[in-house]
């Protein structure tokens, strides 16, 4: 490995961190005794090259460069694109794990630069999932050999679907690479398809060998994809592995699986055997620093491991930071903390063990001193913005989130560690299709662009497989408060301590019309959720609807307009209602 490791003992050795670090010092990891005044330039510098300039791909990747991107494909090739993708429940409940997208071939060009045969399929799990402006990959080598543009094979564009400031993705990475931790390169594009502007997109960097090999001196070793799994051993054929597939020698996913099961007394040393330690805390940390709430410590998603084959070690690298910079947690709703994430069992058993949290959280003070500049986290939110056109709200959002975030964390900081309850489930993944139930139901309301529940609405709703009709039942159409870009037909129901539960069901705008909507990822589907009106953000979420369809008799977008229709789904059920 390159400056890597030369690096990683370094880093935690700036500012008085706690003497109780030394009890690690047998499993390989830093003992800071003295202080260093080198942290910012160390912190700055890890992991760049001498020569950004030198690197493939190092104009496309110009964080101040707004790039075209302009896909030809024919009819029938962008209608499969759009439609594609894992039913949600099915998904959810791990019936779903080897679905692959289709690729087609298309014109793209970039810059005034046009290539043949390029291969684009569509992208995403679940939660970016859209048939309007559908997340892609290109690859300029699968069909045409040794190609490239700018030295780079393939782009990766994300579609913003969760984040109309258009900002989460590219500051949230700059962030970790700010930290020392290995994360790609980004900056954003203005896609269109068959000449139709789709919007702002975000070009992010491909994990691949011409990314590994920046980081480690070599690039043949096995790279993991963790979407909804563990290094647990029921997840072992779960897990996708990005490389070396055909050999599938997970020898070393057996390794860390075992280190992970050991007693407390002989975790780290075990622990530091396959891991290199003090880079998955700095891993570990930006995710927390950075809200990255989707992600390995938030919910065993979004995220990649590679086992280095120089040093034997596994390294963590961010991915789908779409959703960062936000506190929800849909996936642990009794965790309100803002210093701590620990679901992935690594983070969750070095949280729970007494040096391990120490040692977290004197990383967390370090790398948030160095690495939370809120001026200039302010300032790229408005670059950004103007940038891209992004809604004046949006930015202000995200702006808001940064102030909050960074207090909240200076405030738990000054007092004792947080508890964290549950995390580092070893539940297996299985297909569980007969945990989806029947849900179903019709409705008659009307459009209020305020979003404001009003009584005397209509609604005869089934979940999971029961009448659902309370004693009083709000209703309404609007806007989706989550995507401005749908609409939503919704029933809420207050509790009597307070809380209210809603079932939404929501559409694209520009589909919502008379007719039958096929339901698609989170985008044309339904939520049920518990939330406290006085805070939006305690919202749990307590099942899902997917998998069928919404039917809309009546679909006036006039204030005050009709609304009606009927949906038939599945329904997987998170929490009781």
């Given at each position: ?29 830093a ?70 997208y ?26 970016s ?21 700018e ?87 779960f ?17 860390l ?47 990649l ?63 948030f ?101 309370p ?40 589909r ?38 919404i039917?809309?008799?009546?679909a ?22």
């Amino acid at each position: 490995m390159r400056l890597f490791v030369s690096v990683s003992v370094l880093l935690l050795t700036l500012g008085g961190c706690d003497n109780s670090i030394s009890s690690g010092a047998d499993a390989g990891l830093a003992s800071p005794d003295t202080a260093s005044t080198a942290g910012p330039e160390i912190l700055s510098d890890f992991g760049v090259p001498a020569d950004p300039s030198r690197v493939p791909g190092a104009t496309l990747f110009d964080p101040d460069s707004l790039i075209d991107v302009s896909v030809e494909l024919s009819p029938e090739d962008w209608e499969q694109i759009r439609w594609e993708g894992r039913d949600l429940t099915r998904a959810l409940t791990g019936c779903d794990r080897d679905f692959e997208y289709t690729y087609v071939r298309g014109r793209v060009s970039i810059g005034g630069e046009t290539y043949d045969d390029v291969a684009v399929r569509k992208k995403g799990f679940l939660g970016s999932l859209s048939s309007t402006r559908p997340s892609l990959k290109l690859n300029f080598g699968k069909y045409v050999d040794d190609r490239t543009h700018e030295g780079m094979k393939r782009m990766t564009l994300n579609n913003n679907e969760q984040d109309p400031s258009n900002t989460h993705q590219c500051m949230a990475y700059a962030l970790f690479a700010k930290a020392g931790v290995m994360a790609p390169r980004c900056n954003l594009a203005r896609v269109t398809v068959n000449g139709e502007e789709l919007g702002i997109y975000t070009h992010v960097e491909s994990v691949k060998k011409p990314m590994l090999r920046r980081y480690f001196e070599d690039d043949s070793g096995n790279l993991y994809e963790g979407q909804g799994a563990d290094f647990i051993p029921e997840h072992r054929e779960f897990i996708e592995l990005k490389t070396n597939e055909e050999e599938n020698d997970r020898s070393d996913f057996d390794r860390l699986s075992a280190a992970l099961r050991v007693a407390d007394e002989d975790l780290l040393p075990a622990l530091a055997d396959v891991i290199d330690l003090e880079a998955f805390f700095r891993f570990w940390v930006m995710e927390v620093i950075t809200g990255h709430w989707d992600s390995y410590s938030g919910g065993r998603n979004n995220y990649l491991a590679y086992n280095d084959p120089t040093s034997g070690l596994f390294y963590f690298i961010p991915w789908g930071t779409d959703g960062s910079f936000s506190m929800l947690r849909p996936f642990t709703p009794e965790n309100t903390a803002a210093t701590v994430l620990a679901q992935g069992l690594i983070a969750s058993r070095l949280y729970n063990h007494p040096v391990g949290r120490r040692m977290y959280f004197d990383r967390l003070r370090i790398l948030f001193d160095h690495v939370w500049n809120e001026p200039e986290l302010l300032a790229e939110a408005e670059r950004i913005g103007a940038l891209t056109g992004a809604p004046a709200w949006s930015i202000e959002a995200q702006q808001e989130f940064i102030t909050r975030h960074g207090a909240a964390i200076l405030r738990e900081l000054d007092a004792a560690p947080v508890e964290w309850v549950g995390g580092g489930a070893s539940s297996p993944i299985m297909c569980f299709a007969d945990l989806a139930t029947e849900a179903r139901g019709t409705f008659s309301t009307r459009w209020l662009s305020d979003n404001s529940p009003t009584p005397g609405q209509t609604a005869e709703l089934v979940l999971n497989g029961q009448p659902w009709m309370p004693d009083l039942l709000l209703g309404s159409a609007g806007y989706d408060q989550r995507d401005p870009g749908l609409a939503q037909v919704r029933y809420i129901s207050p509790q009597a301590d307070g809380m209210l539960i809603a079932v939404g069901l929501s559409i694209p705008l520009e589909r919502f019309e008379v007719g039958e909507h096929r339901m698609h990822g989170l985008e044309t589907a339904g939520i049920v959720f518990r939330f406290d009106p006085s805070d939006l953000a305690s919202a749990t979420l307590i099942a899902f609807i997917g998998d069928g369809t919404i039917t809309l008799d009546e679909a006036s977008l006039e204030e005050g307009g009709v609304i009606s229709g009927s949906f038939e789904g599945r329904l997987l059920q998170l929490q009781p209602l």
